[in-house]
């Protein structure tokens, strides 16, 4: 009997360790599951995939998974369950899912070690995370202060560790390559489930990068940015670099200067200039102003468009400028001069109307003619003759005296403007009518954008425009070297953005024309591809476009308006005139011929009148004598027969 107690003793003592992990596991299984629950829907994700060591040959933790998965389920929560060692795999499960949540236990120091192992080249950004330590021992000094970064995690994982039974979350990412960082993120309770300690944005808490250093590439003669003597960054794209070190506390390192953007090279399937730095991770960054294309998006990352921009065609300003005889009935549009005449019918048949219902002597025709030429000559600042005594025929008058006053003075403000404002004669205006045109030469900065857009593309436009462009070696490298080839050679257009030129306003050595071109040009910063501080750096960029940091920053110049030189109004001279003096010389001739012509039939009808009144004063002058003479004749017959009868 003493045996047998001793060997019962003896057995619930091997088994009491045991039994102790079994108790404990069960605790924290108890625990997690509402854990789990809350971190999901805090998260918003509905898939959770558990990893785990294959060194777990435990029943315990089979029980354990089990059991979570299971209660998982009546919530609504899809799960698998894999080896650590199965993490590459997993995107098998997860491809049809927007993002996943990996649920990590740590169960002894064998789970680190193939965890760490399992997540040296699998993307730590990919997922959402939680890592539970649900053993004591070593493995708490790692969950406390683990050594390195031994998860190989980036400053944009979202991480999150709880050690044991603890009521605290902790915030796992990484800034330096070989160091962790760990952060207070929550705390967690049955009752009041995740109380946050920390902001609720990832970006506005993480905002502080410790001193990191950014090595960037600056293309040099850049529009946007340059280095002064100082060695400090200048230009909109530099004040903006300067911003931000300021705000993430991080510093710019410049390891190179290129001078072109970049240039693919389709037979070593290579990059050059600034984006061949990045691509060959000699560079992090470059702050130069980068055009958004596919081909770029599959090597880089960009920032937020910080300037957008209209691409025009720049050619230099013609010499002669004129003014169309059509630019006088251009001051209206086609619609206004129809309803100016339409008024001008309309309103000549309702007085017909008026003048009929009043009473009138005239027919139909003279109503018609007289009152078109009484409402012409309103229009054309002329009175009437006669004013009318009737108040409708007067209300009808004086509102065409008012259409006419505010349309005189509306067609003479456009008309000054118009003849104010100098006109050039361009030899094309668009890309297509610059290829018929055919004599001007196409020009595009080399190592851009714009040169692999027409290069590389297979509309028949772009094949055209490449028979224009000269040989690549021959194209102008920097914008001022454009523009300066512009004003030497007449014959050549430069296609660029609008923001460049302005860029460059005041170094340009002669005026230039923009010619519309139809296309948007958004300049950003690039970073190299699926670099972990793009997502910070958008964050506070978009920050200082809403608190109006990103405005004083941008140069005044590009807040003017794109055409500018068209707000320019010279004098007007002579020759811009002669066709309105020629109108007016017509005018005059046509009053002194009319004129003439009215004084000869005047006089003719004067003579005529005169050579009819000196007739008929003859005759009646005749017939006045010859009544005299037979009245003298009667008396005289009268008293001789008185005195023969005296006698």
Known sequence: MAFVGGLKTLVVLLLLPKVGKLYELLFISDESVPLIIDICKSYKTKSIIFLYGESIKEMEMTMMIFKWTRALSREGFTTSNLYFSQLHESSYY????????????????????????????????????????????RGFDYCYNPPGNIFHLKFNTEMLVRCGTENILREWYSIYKNRTEINDFATWNLEKGIIKVVPKSLYDRRYNLQGLTVRAVIVKESSFVNINENDELEGMFGRILKELCVSLNFSLKVVSKVDEYERWNSNDNTWSGAIGEIYAGRADISISDFSMTSARLNVVDFTFPLVSSKNCIFIKEPNKFAIKWSSYFQTFSHSVWIAKFGVLVFATIVLVFLKIKIGTDRNIGQLLSDNFLEIWGIFCQQGLADFPDRSSLRIAYLSMFLSAVVLSAAYSAALISFLTSAIPVLPFHSLESL???????????????????????????????????????????????????????????????????????????????????????????????????????????????????????????????????????????????VSLIFFILIGITTSIYVLIIEKYIFVRKRKKMSIVHSILLKRSSGFYAKRKKSIQNIAKGKRSRTYTRVN
């Open 94 to 137: 997860v491809k049809r899912i927007v993002r996943p949540h990996y649920i990590a236990v740590i169960s002894n120091y064998d789970a680190i070690n193939e965890f760490s192992l399992a997540t040296n080249t699998f993307d730590m950004t990919f997922a959402a995370w939680l890592v539970l330590f649900i053993y004591k021992g």
């Open 435 to 577: 290829v018929e045109d055919g004599t001007y030469q196409f020009a595009v900065l080399r190592g851009t954008a714009d040169y692999d857009i027409v290069a590389n593309a297979r509309d028949p436009l772009a094949k055209k425009l490449m028979k224009l462009m000269p040989e690549e070696k021959k194209l102008p490298l920097t914008i001022k070297e454009g523009f300066g080839r512009i004003c030497e050679n007449q014959k050549i257009a430069l296609y660029t953005s609008i923001a460049k030129k302005e860029a460059i306003r005041f170094k340009t050595p002669c005026n230039v024309v923009p010619i519309s071109a139809g296309h948007i040009e958004s300049l950003a910063i690039i970073l190299s591809k699926h670099n972990p501080f793009t997502d910070v750096i958008n964050f506070h960029l978009q920050k200082f476009i809403n608190n109006g940091m990103m405005d004083r920053l941008k140069d005044t110049t590009f807040k003017k308006k794109l055409n500018s030189f068209m707000l320019n109004h010279e004098p007007v001279h002579l020759i811009s005139v």
